[in-house]
């Protein structure tokens, strides 16, 4: 993979994934974040997807300064590749998502297009002492699930060991969730402030994360935002009732054949 | 032309496409060996009450395994057969897994008494890590199911889904795909229909392609001289969708590079995961199935139907 490095040192720094065109949600979690002190805010990509007028979240990026990387639906849409290559293996879902690509290959601008191809895989930078890798499924795979359910320890270990990092943060499912590992060492799934996680809340979530002596340390920061006015636009824009729902009740509609069982347990569908 | 040396005629073999493990992401249990209640019409390593082919593994000799795993960053355990289920260290193995990562069960369902399943749902509970339990039906009705497991089998197994169900568990149907595929999605309705009537309301359901193997072989026929990987088929083609590359299986004899290659004489790599470290050459013609659906072992492959 083709790392983007860092030789400054942060102490403080902001981390969201899977923006999915919420602009609405993106606003929110940048204001949200400096209010908090981030010293710099970075994304872990999946810019389009599931939401209204994907164009609309580019300039908000730049303009903000935030630093991101290349999700596999950034990879998809700027390559022109057929599919999103999320991984799904069932029809509903997979007809879903091809719904969602479309309308987001449909309605992004080559500017953009060739904005997010040239994007980098995945992100180094220093938080305090420690060495921190930003990665969109796993250092190891664009496109691969790590859910808390089925991402054990000793993997973590080896990923931290394979990739010379004290921190791994990763997105991609959407779910958040943490785990300390040996030597202080960290994974966290920073989550996505595009589409709620499956738990029966709107609210989204992004991760800010601190030096805290020789270690790192992770908070997942719940963000409310506008999602009725969000919802009007999908509506406007015909994206599918299950999509909207999503958003207004925080319950996943779609894509939940994925799920392991105990993540798919805690939803409603 | 005269003076002209014969260019050497290459063995077949050779031809063969060769593939790495790349990481060793799900290793695989065989735990119950050849033995299963059951004399499945399809199966292709002919399990049987009386195939003893392959045996039984101890507790002690999965521990072992599991404390290896560890090392290789191992991401996801199965456990099959034969029928799991009649390994009576089954439920004390799956604790063990638990406690490391995530665990599937492959399974009939149609030894599934309230015990048990009592006893899954507590080790369930007492885990982070997620339970899979695959139950294997093949048909949407008795009549198609049983032709092919035997009689009162999707009874049984429908009561095995009914009881995980009642206790919190999520099991995942898993079917041969033994219809004609241009009926996939009438099957799947009556599928998802026969699972809401015993209270599953939200079924998941996997379909894999037979393997022409073992009984499977004499039940239809077996693989063509056509249907082999060659090295060509595997240019641009994602490795990592075979689960050669990214498993392996241990048996009583050892450690083989898939479940589903486990009578194959070449498939079986030495009696370590280091031993097992080493590439296999595709020259099975059940590597052309695995070729062309790709990841068809692990939970979420499958053969995805467009709708």
């Known amino acids: 993979m083709l790392y983007a490095t860092s030789e400054q040192a942060y102490s403080r720094v902001a981390v969201f994934g899977g923006v999915y065109a919420n602009h609405r949600a993106l606003r929110a979690a940048i204001e949200d974040a400096r209010l908090r002190g981030a010293e710099a805010i970075f994304c872990l990509g999946d810019l389009g997807a599931f939401g209204p007028s994907p164009n609309r979240v580019f300039p908000l990026l730049i303009e903000s300064g935030v630093h ?7 990879e998809s849409i700027s390559r022109g590749l057929e599919d999103c290559q999320c991984g799904y293996t069932d029809p509903r879902d997979n007809h879903f998502a091809r719904l969602s690509y479309r309308y987001t290959f449909a309605n992004t601008s080559q500017r953009w297009r060739d904005w997010m191809g040239r994007l980098p895989a995945g992100r180094r930078i220093r938080l305090g002492s420690s060495r921190l890798l930003m990665s969109h499924g796993s250092p190891r795979r664009t496109n691969e699930f790590l859910w808390e359910s089925t991402t054990p320890s000793h993997f973590l270990e080896k990923l931290c060991d394979d990739h010379d990092a004290d921190v791994i943060l990763a997105t991609h499912t959407g779910i958040p969730w943490a785990r300390r590992l040996s030597g202080d060492r960290l994974f966290a799934n920073v989550g996505a402030i595009g589409r709620p996680a499956n738990d029966g809340s ?13 270690a790192v340390d992770v908070e997942s920061i719940p963000l409310h935002y506008d999602h009725e006015a969000l919802a009007m636009e999908m509506k406007a824009e015909r994206l599918p009732e299950e999509f909207i729902e999503t958003i207004l009740t925080g319950w996943w509609t779609t894509c939940n054949e994925i799920l392991p069982m105990k993540e798919r347990r805690r939803g409603r569908y | 032309m005269p003076g002209k040396t014969p260019l050497p005629v290459m063995p077949a073999r050779q031809l063969q496409p060769s593939v790495p493990l790349v990481a060793l992401d799900y290793l695989w249990f065989q735990v119950a060996g050849t033995v299963c209640n059951l004399r499945c019409a399809h199966c292709f390593i002919s399990c049987a009450p009386d195939n003893h082919n392959f045996w039984f593994l101890d507790l002690e000799t999965v521990r072992n395994y599991l404390e290896q795993s560890k090392a290789w960053g191992v991401k996801e355990y199965y456990f099959t057969g034969g029928e799991p289920f009649m390994n009576r260290d089954l439920l004390p193995m799956l604790e063990e897994a638990l406690f490391l ?6 399974t009939n369902g149609t030894l599934l008494p309230e015990k ?9 509970a007492s885990s982070g890590f997620s339970l899979e339990l695959r139950v294997s039906i093949d048909g949407p009705t008795a009549e198609s199911n049983d032709a092919i497991r035997g009689t009162g089998c999707f009874d049984r197994a429908m009561e095995g889904i009914q009881r995980l169900v009642a206790h919190g568990l999520m099991p995942i149907l898993t079917a041969a795909q033994l219809w004609d595929p241009a009926q996939d999605l009438e099957v799947l309705d009556q599928f998802t229909d026969a699972l809401r009537k015993v209270g599953y309301d939200r079924p998941r359901i996997k379909i894999l392609p037979t393997l022409r193997l073992g009984r499977e072989a004499a039940r239809t026929r077996g693989y063509s001289d056509g249907e082999l990987v060659t090295r060509a088929m595997m240019e641009g083609y994602e490795v990592t969708q075979l689960l050669c590359s990214t498993g392996r299986v241990v048996s009583d004899r050892g450690v083989h590079v898939c479940p589903i290659l486990l009578e194959e004489p070449d498939a079986l790599l030495g009696a370590t995961l280091e031993e097992a470290d080493r590439p296999h050459t595709l020259s099975s013609r059940a590597c052309y199935t695995c070729w062309l659906h790709g990841a068809i072992c692990t939970n979420y492959g499958g053969i995805g139907q467009e709708l």
């Open chain 1, 68 to 74: 991101s990387i290349r999700g596999n639906y950034d």
């Open chain 1, 202 to 214: 709107p609210a989204v979530c992004y991760a800010m994360l601190w030096a805290d002596g020789g």
């Open chain 2, 101 to 106: 990562g995530p665990a599937s069960v492959l």
């Open chain 2, 116 to 124: 048990t399943v009592r006893r899954l749902a507590e080790i369930d």
